[in-house]
C-alpha cells in the first residue's frame, strides 16, 4: 500500500511538473509574441490598441497584485491606448486546468488591479487563456442581481483553444496560431494532417522571423505534440514528393535529432543533434524541467550539459 501510496505521488509530481513546464513556455510565447497573440485572439481589440511597444511588469509587482495566490504562469504587461496618453494594463492568465471557481479569481484580480492603478490607468482588460482539454464554454463573469437591479456586471476576454478546430488556424502567418495549433480541437484521424499543416506554417514563418523566435514556436509546439522521429520522416517524404522545394526547405526545419536520423540512421546522430538542441534551449534561457521535457531526456543530462 504504502509503495502504491508512493508511486501516486510521484505521478502527481511529475504531471504537475509537465504542467508548470506548458504554462512556462505558454509564458515565454506570451512575452515573445504578445502583438501576434491580441492580433490572432482579438483583432477589434488590436486595432485599438499601440502593441508597438509592450511593457512587461516584473514578478514582484505581480506577486503584489495577487499576493499568496501569484503563480509562475501569470502574465501582466501595459500598452497604450490609439490617439491617447491612456495606459492600459491587461492580464492574461494562460489556464490549463479546470476550477469551478475560476471566474470569481479573474474579479478579484481585476479588482486588486483596479484599486492599484486606478488613478494611472483608465483601462484595464483581464483575458483568460484556456488551454486544456475541456470543450464545455467556460463562464466568464460575475452577475449580481436582486429584484430588478443590477448590482454587479463583470466580465473577462477568453480563449479556450479547444472550442476551435485546427483548420480555421493552418493558413494563418501568425506564429501563436502556429505555436498552438496542436492545442486546437481535433481527433486522431486529423493527427497526421494536422502535423503537415502545421510544418507548412512553420516553412512561411521561416521567411519572417528569426532563428530564435522560430526556434521558440517549434519549442512550444513540439510540448503540445508529441512528433516521432518515423512520423516526421514519413511526412517529409510525402511533401518531398509532392514538392521537391517543400520537402527540401522542411529538412532544414525539422528538430536537429530527427534530421540527423533522417539523413544518417545511427544513434550517434540522434545523439549530437539533442545535445545541440539542449545548448541552444539553454542559451534561450528554458529552464532544465522545460528542455527535458522538450527532448525526452533525463534532467540530470541537461544539468551536465549546462555546466
Do not use: C
Not at 484580480?109 to 492599484?116: A, M, P, S, T
Not at 480555421?168 to 496542436?182: E, G, H, M, T
Amino acid at each position: 500500500m504504502d509503495q502504491e501510496l508512493e508511486q501516486d505521488q510521484e505521478w502527481d509530481q511529475e504531471q504537475e511538473q509537465e504542467r508548470i513546464n506548458h504554462d512556462e513556455a505558454f509564458k515565454k510565447l506570451l512575452h515573445t509574441f504578445s502583438k501576434e497573440f491580441i492580433e490572432l485572439f482579438f483583432p477589434r481589440l488590436a486595432k485599438e490598441l499601440d502593441l508597438g511597444e509592450v511593457i512587461f511588469l516584473s514578478e514582484e509587482q505581480l506577486h503584489d497584485i495577487v499576493g499568496g495566490q501569484s503563480r509562475r504562469l501569470d502574465v501582466l504587461f501595459r500598452a497604450r491606448l490609439r490617439g491617447q496618453e491612456v495606459h492600459i494594463l491587461v492580464h492574461l492568465e494562460p489556464q490549463s486546468w479546470h476550477e469551478a471557481d475560476f471566474h470569481e479569481r479573474m474579479y478579484i484580480y481585476f479588482g486588486r488591479l483596479y484599486e492599484k492603478y486606478r488613478k494611472q490607468y483608465k483601462l484595464i482588460i483581464p483575458i483568460a487563456v484556456f488551454s486544456g482539454p475541456r470543450k464545455k464554454k467556460e463562464r466568464n463573469g460575475i452577475d449580481m442581481r436582486i429584484a430588478g437591479y443590477k448590482i454587479l456586471q463583470f466580465r473577462f476576454l477568453k480563449v479556450q483553444l479547444k472550442r476551435s478546430h485546427w483548420r480555421q488556424f493552418i493558413d494563418s502567418d501568425n506564429p501563436v496560431a502556429a505555436a498552438l495549433l496542436a492545442k486546437r480541437d481535433y481527433n486522431e484521424e486529423e493527427r497526421r494532417e494536422l502535423r503537415k499543416a502545421y510544418l507548412r506554417m512553420l516553412l512561411r514563418l521561416r521567411q519572417k522571423l528569426d532563428d530564435a523566435r522560430l526556434a521558440l514556436v517549434m519549442s512550444v509546439a513540439d510540448l503540445y505534440y508529441k512528433s516521432t522521429v518515423e512520423e516526421d520522416q514519413s511526412i517529409a517524404e510525402e511533401l518531398n514528393e509532392q514538392d521537391s522545394k517543400e520537402g527540401h526547405e522542411l529538412m532544414k526545419l525539422m528538430p536537429e535529432w530527427s534530421k540527423q536520423a533522417y539523413m544518417e540512421g545511427k544513434e550517434e546522430g540522434r545523439e549530437e543533434g539533442k545535445e545541440l538542441i539542449i545548448r541552444n534551449l539553454l542559451r534561450k534561457d528554458f529552464s532544465l524541467e522545460q528542455i527535458a521535457d522538450m527532448v525526452d531526456e533525463p534532467i540530470e543530462k541537461i544539468r551536465r550539459l549546462a555546466k
